[in-house]
């Protein structure tokens, strides 16, 4: 055990063996299905709350509930106390990498179409893939569900120069994301959300003086109030945690494939909350991208 995992070992969260003995009993890819629902639900919801909050102020208050609910429940500052140098700086950068992801993300989704912004964050995704490939199965398995995700998000240049930049940046934290939330949930299924909690605490820190003031209007509303710690919950706490519990028993190259799942319930979403119906070319990446998954073979780390 190095001391990273030793640190982080010290002190499980309260929640922590609760969440592990339920993390051990159920497959990873559960964890992984729920966190890729709940991917959509938030965002969608969220950009229907951009004209009354601003789109800093929504990416302030969905950190700002996520912060508050893992805080008693993760117990952040004792983390980051019993924590070594070397895991310190773990959890800062993967604090600074959320704060960021998600406000580039939404001032991506306020300039351009979701389909585009979900197109540049799974390139560096496949990356990710490709670097943990181990057979020619896994490659044939990845090069199928790219193929589907293609046909899913019909990619469509923007001539935005600002928001393919916000887009290209949220999407290299996406990479981010995965990597640095991998090395936090390599310490245990609990101890991963005891990380997460703590790094969602310096994530709060980091856009603390960004969205302050657009997001005000909410605290003068309690159903506007309601609906952004909606927002924080749907896309910040659930999906976040199914991460951890996935991420800490998939190796980083078949966590990294299975986001080619995305699109699959971006368009279901949009058939159940927005009554969008997929064409046959939506159905066709539909079916490409569930076989590339089922084709592919986890490779050990």
């Known amino acids: 055990m190095d001391d990273q995992t030793q640190a982080l070992a010290a002190g499980p969260a309260p929640a922590g063996p609760a969440?592990?003995?339920l993390a051990t009993r159920l497959p990873p890819h559960v964890w992984f299905g729920v966190s890729a629902i709940f991917h959509y639900l938030g965002p969608a919801f969220a950009v229907l709350l951009f004209p009354h909050v601003g789109v800093l102020g929504m990416?302030?208050?969905?950190?700002?509930?996520?912060?508050?609910i893992f805080a008693p429940l993760t117990r952040p500052w004792r983390t980051f106390?019993?924590?070594?140098?070397?895991?310190?700086?773990?959890?800062?950068a993967f604090g600074a990498c959320l704060a960021v992801m998600n406000c580039s993300f939404y001032l991506a989704l306020d300039r351009l179409p979701i389909s585009l912004v979900a197109a540049i964050e799974f390139v560096g995704t496949i990356g990710i893939a490709l670097i943990g490939l181990r057979s020619p199965r896994n490659l044939a398995a990845l090069a199928v569900a790219v193929t589907g995700t293609l046909l899913l998000?019909?990619?469509?240049?923007?001539?935005?120069?600002?928001?393919?930049?916000?887009?290209?940046?949220n999407g290299a934290l996406f990479v981010g994301y995965i990597v640095l939330g991998h090395r936090v949930a390599r310490a245990g299924a609990g101890d991963g959300i005891a990380g997460l909690g703590a790094a969602m605490a310096i994530a709060f820190i980091v856009v603390l003086p960004v969205g302050l003031t657009d997001a005000l209007p909410a605290f003068?509303?309690?159903?506007?109030?309601?609906?952004?710690?909606?927002?924080?919950?749907?896309?910040?706490?659930?999906?976040?945690?199914?991460?951890q519990l996935a991420m800490s028993r998939l190796p980083r190259a078949s966590f990294a494939l299975m986001l080619s799942l995305l699109p699959v319930t971006a368009t279901l979403i949009g058939v159940i909350v927005l009554r969008q119906i997929p064409s046959l070319t939506d159905c066709l990446g539909i079916a490409l991208v569930v076989a590339g998954?089922?084709?592919?073979?986890?490779?050990?780390?």
Request: aromatic residues 10%; positive net charge.
């Open 153 to 169: 998000i019909n990619v469509k240049w923007s001539s935005d120069p600002v928001g393919l930049f916000w887009a290209f940046l």
């Open 220 to 243: 003068f509303s309690p159903p506007l109030l309601l609906a952004a710690i909606g927002v924080g919950i749907c896309s910040s706490v659930i999906p976040y945690i199914c991460d």
């Open 81 to 92: 106390a019993r924590a070594d140098r070397s895991t310190r700086l773990l959890l800062l």
């Open 59 to 68: 990416a302030w208050l969905r950190i700002a509930t996520a912060a508050l």
């Open 19 to 21: 969440l592990g003995g």
């Open 293 to 301: 998954v089922a084709f592919h073979k986890p490779a050990p780390d």
